[in-house]
Structures are given as C-alpha cells and as structure tokens.
Nanobody, 122 residues
C-alpha cells in the first residue's frame, strides 16, 4: 500500500487547512487510517485516527480544532484543521494499518506516507 499526502502549506494563524491522503495498492487490506505529526525537534505524535467503520480517535489537545474523515470508495482519508496555531507547525504524516493475511490469520503492518509540511505563521 502506498500513501500520498497533499494539502500542506503555509497558512496564517487562525486559518484552516484540509489535508488529504490517498492510498493505492492493496487498499482492500487497509484497516485503520490516521494522521500523525512531528514538529521541529519533537517526537512524532498522534493527531487522529479513523477505523474502516468510521470510528474516530482524536488527540485530546486537538479536539475541537481538527476533524478526521474517510472516503472508503476513494481510499482517501482527510484531516480538516481549523483555528491553526503556530505550534501546529509540523510535518503531517498519513498512516495506515494494513492487515496482511498469513496462515495464522491477519497480521497488522504499518504503512506511512512521506509527509506534508504545514507551516503556521503568527
């Protein structure tokens, strides 16, 4: 599975951005998809995830400002970010859990996109 992000860029504080992540390849094996971010000098952290059934999980610090959605027909996950702050500046990575069939069942495998840079100016 390949993940390609788009939608990053430069935005002023208080603005909004919508990130997209399109999956290709063995998309039928994708389970949960999500977004993580890594700011300068920081560890990669969870932003939000969404299961194939549509259940979402959002980092507590971002609730109310970000929304994750998914179009299974297009194999695409979106991240709507509002009221952006300079501290939201980071590389945003798309993530997917791929369920790989084995003799013993299905094993989860992580897939990552290349990342898209979001810069929020003050």
């Amino acid at each position: 599975v390949q993940l390609v992000e788009s939608g990053g860029g430069l935005v002023q504080a208080g603005g909004s951005l919508r990130l997209s992540c399109a999956a290709s390849g063995s998309t039928h094996s994708i389970d949960t998809m999500g977004w993580y971010r890594q700011g300068p000098g920081e560890r990669r952290e969870l932003v939000a995830t969404i299961t194939a059934g549509g259940s979402t999980n959002t980092a507590d610090s971002l609730k109310g400002r970000v929304s994750i959605s998914r179009d299974n027909a297009k194999n695409t996950v979106y991240l709507q970010m509002n009221s952006l702050k300079p501290e939201d500046t980071a590389v945003y990575y798309c993530h997917a859990i791929i369920l790989v069939a084995t003799i013993e069942g299905k094993n989860p495998v992580d897939a990552w996109g290349q990342g898209t840079l979001v810069t929020v100016s003050s």
